[in-house]
């Protein structure tokens, strides 16, 4: 089944409201971004009479289980990784809200610094998702050995068969995954050259002296360094596959983002 | 005056309970880390009755304005950039609360991939801060003008004198600088070469089959790519300084975490 541009409908939470038109709500665009950003940052409300929100850094990923073959255009649930007796996991265990805990999943990159000729229209290019929804405890065990398969798999494809496995019940015990069931979500994105406005343009002096371009800028693997007890000579190629793509993808990305026709500003 | 080794005291917001052994408290690292990511995560709860928290992607610096030469180890407050008519400035304009909007900013970089015998102990070399704190709009102009040159100068140092300025009217009308006063922050730092259970590193199967080590991850820029209407034809030395010493840095700290010792986890 193929869906064609899916999108998220626009309601009180994910409706964006300052640069609507680097607003995009297609499933596919934030859920890649989701997917190919290390850190997702998540955000939870600790109790109601807390001033504070929390911010935790998770690893994560979204996907199916109960159709594993979906694609990132359809709809997903957001997998999370924790410690079994961590704050958010107790929180999901307990919360009042049979539908879960009420969370909002960040993940942002920034691929260039556009650099204009009034800091006003200086700018970044990047990519950056947001979703709202509701977390709960996955207690099947498929289910949990599933979503652990994808985070792992998520960090190096295909590293999951490479390393000791299955898990043993010490580990099984000691790990955690939340499922968020997804209710709303969106992202901004910026590519293109830098922008100013017609007065700057016309002004002939700050043409003259103010260097304006982005500087691309991009992740990088290095080198990769064995570590201590390592006995396997050769570094795998499931390693070396993924590092050449990652940098490939990496660098293409920012240095096309950053040669692109000025966006609507 | 200098001050050694400030920290954060812990409290029920900031106290790390997973790792604590990753811990840090040091003003210097929290603030370090701050100032050196391009995008920070912001967290508020838009209303009382509202389920979900919201994160903000934003672009900020710490500082002081009473001391701007206050250096990273001392009591600084959050600058955050913003639009004047954007949700958060209008919840820290009308915040029920005096002390102003409580917010939760966050900052993460991942430094490479910890790719030991199992998932279990797969790990991120990391640099991760979180503040907890009360958010105000920056209404006397003195200060505004100042964070919105402390704000540029953190995307390219110096660049603010090497672009069109002071700001016109227009600009600082559109413009809205946030103040958070911090009330509690934390860190958590991981770097190092794998580390193992006792059992997995006795067994000799894992050992001959997984390889284990660091890939490290890093930022760079690309080559200045010029603008369709830059008039400047060689590229300004704040931003090849800039570029050269961030590349060099951003490759160093990485390799150099990659091999330091096992931390204890």
Not at 33 to 53: A, G
Not at 63 to 86: Q, T
Not at 104 to 109: E, G, N, Q, R, T
Not at 202 to 215: E, N, R, Y
Request: net charge negative.
């Amino acid at each position: 089944m193929v869906r064609h541009n899916l999108e998220y409908p626009k309601d009180v939470h994910n409706t964006v409201n300052r640069y609507k038109h680097q607003a995009v709500y297609s499933l596919t665009t934030i859920h890649t971004i989701i997917n190919t950003t290390p850190v997702l940052h998540v955000s939870f409300q600790p109790s109601p009479t807390d001033p504070f929100p929390v911010i935790l850094p998770m690893i994560g990923q979204m996907g199916s289980f109960s159709r594993p073959s979906a694609s990132l255009s359809e709809p997903l649930e957001v997998y999370l990784h924790g410690y079994v007796s961590s704050r958010i996991m107790n929180l999901a265990r307990s919360s009042p809200d049979t539908k879960g805990l009420p969370v909002c999943i960040a993940a942002s990159k920034v691929d260039g610094l556009v650099l204009s000729l009034t800091p006003n229209s200086h700018n970044y290019n990047y990519r950056s998702a947001v979703l709202f929804g509701y977390a709960k405890l996955v207690d099947d065990v498929e289910e949990k050995l599933w979503a652990m398969e994808l985070i792992t798999n998520s960090v190096v494809p295909d590293r999951w068969r490479h390393s000791r496995v299955p898990p043993n019940a010490g580990e099984m015990a000691s790990t955690q995954i939340l499922r968020v069931h997804i209710d709303s979500g969106s992202a901004k994105v910026r590519e293109g050259v830098p922008t100013d406005v017609k007065s700057d343009l016309a002004d002939s002096q700050s043409l003259k002296t103010v260097w304006t371009g982005v500087l691309p800028l991009y992740e990088q693997f290095g080198e990769p360094v064995p570590g201590p007890y390592n006995e396997v000579k050769e570094v795998p190629e499931h390693v070396t596959t993924y590092r050449e793509r990652f940098n490939g993808e990496s660098m293409q990305y920012a240095e096309t983002a950053a040669r692109k026709s000025a966006p609507v500003e």
